[in-house]
């Protein structure tokens, strides 16, 4: 491999919003193809980038020797499949979330990983917002003691994607109509399980969880309002996942963490919902778009009893603004998802051309996924405990 690692965007139209991100990195990545079956995206990549390779077949792309590794941003359900493949051709792979949707194609994919040597990350990018990775410093420096509670949600009304102009169904309409669980929980938990160290060596780990989920409602009405009473979207009983799933999570140590997950409910979006308690202190997170998000300590930020006030999480900054946001500021916020779009290809790049274990390796990526196919199994069984299964055995 030469200096850049030669990458390929395999997904044309969500790859797209990497574009910027791609840029500010140019020095240590290469943008060699892009992979899609849609010849439209195809002719919009070769405008942006001239020169590109350009693919209408993954089984072509992973021919190609002039590629290193790809970033698959491709339908959530096909990800794990399409990883173990390009990993047996030889390639890293960059996934979007989440990395597996059965327990079975988690074992596939640590296998491929394990056999084959090479780097598989998962590319969450929520990890790299502002202030979860100030919450991350706070939390390994043990600012907030010991961590006994989480919360996290992840609050958005995707029922627009759903559906084809025709009304026909996209694959997250199939998704949400096949499936109850708690459907999209990496976002979300994702940050928490780094706040908490789950899966470090000597660290906490997630033991069970239990999922119970809400009347399915708001996708009928929505289909029935757009597409009319007749339309098959519109009859009760055709969506499978509840409106809003609720999944708790006990850890090995004795911490509870707290999962919301709503795609379909009618209100204003809150992708960020995060909160921490420990016994020294604690973090919440925003709640809408341009609210502060705040902590408490009771060794830095002291108060009357009975009077202590929340504080701005920003005015830890000066001493727990992560390094890399102190470095990338500017060039992370003209990216995606507060700029975790950025540092998510940064860190995938980097540990490939350090030959060291990302940030999200396969072991992170394969047991958060789990909760989608461990909440399903809780739902099935009127919110029954589940055991997490152990991916690291041997480990």
């Given amino acids: 491999m030469g200096n850049k690692v030669r990458l390929a965007v395999v997904g044309g139209q969500r790859g797209g919003a990497f574009g910027s991100a791609l840029v500010s990195l140019a020095d240590t990545v290469e943008l060699a193809a892009v992979c899609d079956l849609n ?84 590319a969450e990018n929520y990890l790299f917002t502002r202030e979860n990775m100030m919450v991350q410093q706070l939390a390994r420096a043990g600012e907030f003691g010991e961590i006994t509670y989480a919360e996290c949600g992840y609050i958005h009304d995707c029922r627009n994607l ?60 929505y289909f029935r309002e757009r597409f009319g009473a007749e339309h098959p979207g519109a009859q009760p009983g055709f969506w499978r996942q509840g409106d809003t799933s609720s999944t708790l999570i006990r850890t090995k140590r004795g911490a509870l963490i707290s999962l919301r997950v709503d795609l379909q409910s009618s209100r ?14 604690a973090y919440m997170g925003p709640r809408f778009d341009g609210e502060t998000p705040l902590i408490w300590q009771e060794t830095e930020i002291a108060g009357e009893k009975g009077h ?53 390796d396969v072991y992170d990526a394969v047991t958060w996924s789990s909760v989608f196919p461990l909440s399903v199994q809780s739902a099935e069984a009127g919110g029954a405990p589940v055991r997490f299964v152990d991916y690291r055995q041997g480990k």
């Avoid at 204003?268 to 202190?281: C, D, F, I, S």
């Fill in 39 to 122: 010849p439209l995206v195809l002719v919009d990549w070769q405008s942006k980038y001239p020169g590109i390779a350009v693919f209408d077949s993954f089984d072509k792309l992973l021919d190609s020797p002039t590629v290193d590794a790809v970033f698959l941003a491709t339908p959530m359900l096909i990800h794990a499949r399409q990883a173990v493949q390009a990993l047996r051709a030889g390639k890293h792979v960059l996934s979007e979330v989440i990395a597996a949707h059965t327990i079975e194609d988690g074992w596939e994919l640590v296998e491929a990983v394990e056999q084959t040597g090479l780097t598989y990350m998962m």
């Fill in 268 to 281: 204003p979006h809150n992708m960020v919902h995060y909160g921490l308690q420990g016994t020294k202190g």
């Fill in 162 to 221: 759903f559906h084809h102009e025709d009304g026909s169904l996209t694959w997250r309409g199939e998704y949400i109509r096949d499936f109850n669980g708690a459907p999209y929980p990496t976002h979300s938990l994702g940050p928490v399980a780094k706040w908490l160290g789950i899966g470090d060596e000597g660290g906490d780990t997630f033991e069970e969880l239990v999922t119970m989920n809400a009347n399915s409602r708001a996708s009928v009405a």
């Fill in 308 to 360: 202590e006030e929340w504080h701005p999480l920003w005015s830890c900054a000066s001493k727990w603004e992560h390094p890399l946001w102190r470095e990338w500021s500017a060039e992370a916020l003209a990216t995606g998802h507060g700029g975790g779009d950025l540092f998510v290809l940064q860190e995938f790049v980097t540990a490939v051309r350090e030959r060291r274990r990302p940030l999200v």
